[in-house]
């Protein structure tokens, strides 16, 4: 009962708070270089929301700190707000920034805002999930967040330490812990479109997690939505109901797999395969024997580094989001491999956190992984032996992947802050307008078959499939893919249930967005080009430029 009427009181204050739309309340002005870096116009402002949605009565409230990239077709058909995933990533220092910002300019179009916030828990904003306040404490985390197959009594002590940060979360977060959740998140969004003041509808772009908060967003405000997309489908069942996302490392393997068949079809751009005759069968085995090799018998380098089993499988996992660094991993196995290990000094301290701030930088996305996720998810487990069949499953689904997160499970199994408010409806859902799904062929992070299965539950919405490699369509440059994109978002246009975007940047060819863009809008619209020998720096919660 006491339920029911506080929702019956936040249903009422909804109301109250509600406003015509045509006229904003953001005032918009000049970004802090330090904290939004831009290569786009872009302009900021502040919102002023509910600390806890379901206290009518509070006077406690959360400011939201907004950036926006202007459209640089005008008059702007409005804006499209975006989360690119984790939970946990930050977005104001991502969306205005080259080569991302021309490339979702031009899925959209080139005719809309783009906008976006730090959700509530994540670093960058004002109520980050931040259980660790000292040196010590910040290096053991780093540290423990490692692949449980790196030792034979690591997963034991994941367990133990899941335990212990789910305590110190409680203690360190006690005021705020519980009004961090994709809920409040779904909220904050919608009065985020309501203080834009344009047609009260929401445009969304949802990447990795994104998808799930879309998801989320969806089916508590299914008439608010006028265009919704969302990219590299992460599935909402699992993410709230199971004891892990086991689903999304359906594809992991062969998405793996591909690294080695894409480097014989292209010896000469791929370090692994050139000059010899070696199959993608022994490239890959040879790969899998150093896994085990350097597991039991580690390679130092130098006086600073260590390649052991956690370092090489991290920089694996961590390629596997973008196949425009996969002519770089490749590289690089091929130094320890032949034994060229003068080579990896310099590489590793580009990787690899160097000093404290780093490390902090780090750690930070994975508290607010495990904040933001733990408190989501309902499932709680009191015995170790009762979390070792979850475990087995992850192992099963996935060689490559399947013994990564594990610590966020043991952290989330045990996690004692429970959130305000957690979406516990279903995701049957009709949205006013119909969503727009789309799933990469080979993508290891979130497999095709999710965003299926999502969208077999949206009454009306389309599945476009982009036959390439990586985490969502961004990571997989295709001219049908940003006129499909455009269309929607301009024009409403679904594509056809069962459309494929080929891929116009075969791997290992050096293609980028920036030739695709303008292919499609004409030479000079695009003038970044996303380094394909960047590699993303190590020690994230599977952190890739792209957030998962």
């Given at each position: 009962m006491s339920f029911l009427r506080r929702t019956l009181q936040f249903s009422f204050l909804t109301l109250s708070l509600a406003q015509g739309y045509g006229t904003s309340k953001l005032q918009w002005g000049p970004c802090d270089e330090t904290e939004v870096p831009s290569d786009f116009p872009v302009q900021c402002s502040t919102l002023v929301v509910p600390l806890d949605y379901t206290e009518p009565n509070s006077n406690d409230t959360l400011i939201l700190d907004l950036v926006k990239v202007l459209a640089p077709v005008k008059p702007s058909k409005g804006s499209i707000l975006f989360n690119f995933g984790g939970p946990g990533g930050t977005a104001r220092d991502v969306i205005g920034v080259n080569p991302i910002a021309e490339e979702l300019l031009a899925f959209t179009g080139r005719q809309f805002d783009l906008v976006t916030f730090d959700p509530r828990g994540t670093s960058g904003s004002r109520i980050p999930m931040s259980c660790i306040d000292n040196l010590f404490d910040a290096w053991s985390f780093y540290l423990y967040r490692t692949p449980t197959n790196s030792s034979e009594v690591d997963l034991g002590d994941k367990w133990a330490r899941g335990a212990m940060l789910a305590e110190a979360c409680l203690k360190t977060q006690n005021k705020t812990?519980?009004?961090?959740?994709?809920?409040f998140v779904a909220r904050d969004m919608m009065s985020v479109v309501d203080a834009l003041g344009e047609d009260g509808m929401l445009r969304y772009w949802g990447f990795s997690y994104g998808t799930t908060l879309g998801a989320t967003i969806a089916a508590m405000f299914p008439d608010r939505v006028e265009k919704m997309i969302l990219d590299g489908v992460q599935n909402p069942h699992e993410y709230y109901h199971a004891q892990a996302d086991f689903q999304e490392w359906t594809d992991s393997d062969k998405t793996f797999s591909s690294i080695f068949t894409g480097c014989v079809e292209a010896r000469e751009n791929c370090a692994?395969?050139?000059?010899?005759?070696?199959?993608?069968?022994?490239?890959?085995?040879?790969?899998?024997?150093?896994?085990?090799?350097?597991?039991?018998?580690?390679?130092?380098?130098?006086?600073?580094?260590?390649?052991?089993?956690?370092?090489?499988?991290?920089?694996?996992?961590?390629?596997?989001?973008?196949?425009?660094?996969?002519?770089?991993?490749?590289a690089i196995l091929n130094y320890i491999l032949t034994g060229q290990l003068d080579a990896l000094p310099s590489i590793l301290r580009i990787l690899t956190p160097t000093?404290?701030?780093?490390?902090?930088?780090?750690?930070?996305?994975?508290?607010?992984?495990?904040?933001?996720?733990?408190?989501?998810?309902?499932?709680?487990?009191?015995?170790?032996?009762?979390?070792?069949?979850?475990?087995?499953?992850m192992y099963d689904t996935s060689k490559i992947l399947g013994d990564g997160l594990v610590f966020l499970y043991a952290a989330c199994a045990q996690w004692k802050i429970e959130p305000k408010e957690r979406y516990t409806g279903d995701f049957n859902v009709k949205t006013k307008n119909p969503v727009l799904f789309i799933g990469n062929s080979h993508d290891a992070l979130t497999p095709l078959v999710s965003a299926k299965n999502v969208s077999a539950t949206f009454e009306g919405s389309v599945v476009l499939e982009v036959d390439g490699y990586g985490h969502s369509s961004l990571a997989a440059p295709s001219a049908c893919t940003i006129r499909t994109t455009s269309a929607y978002w301009v024009n409403g246009t679904l594509p056809p249930d069962g459309k494929v975007c080929e891929l116009d940047a075969p791997l290992y060819s050096g293609i980028t967005w920036a030739e695709i863009i303008n292919e499609v809008y004409g030479n000079g619209t695009a003038t970044a080009k996303r380094d394909v020998s960047t590699l993303p720096r190590l020690g994230g919660p599977l952190k890739s430029p792209f957030h998962y």
């Open positions: 812990g519980s009004v961090i959740s994709s809920a692994l395969a050139k000059g010899n005759n070696k199959t993608a069968a022994e490239l890959e085995q040879a790969v899998w024997d150093l896994l085990d090799t350097v597991k039991y018998q580690p390679i130092p380098i130098d006086s600073t580094y260590i390649i052991n089993y956690s370092t090489v499988k991290g920089l694996i996992v961590q390629c596997l989001y973008d196949s425009a660094s996969w002519p770089a991993l490749t000093n404290i701030t780093d490390v902090y930088d780090v750690i930070s996305e994975s508290l607010a992984l495990g904040g933001i996720h733990c408190s989501d998810n309902m499932i709680r487990t009191e015995k170790f032996e009762d979390f070792l069949p979850a475990v087995q499953q």
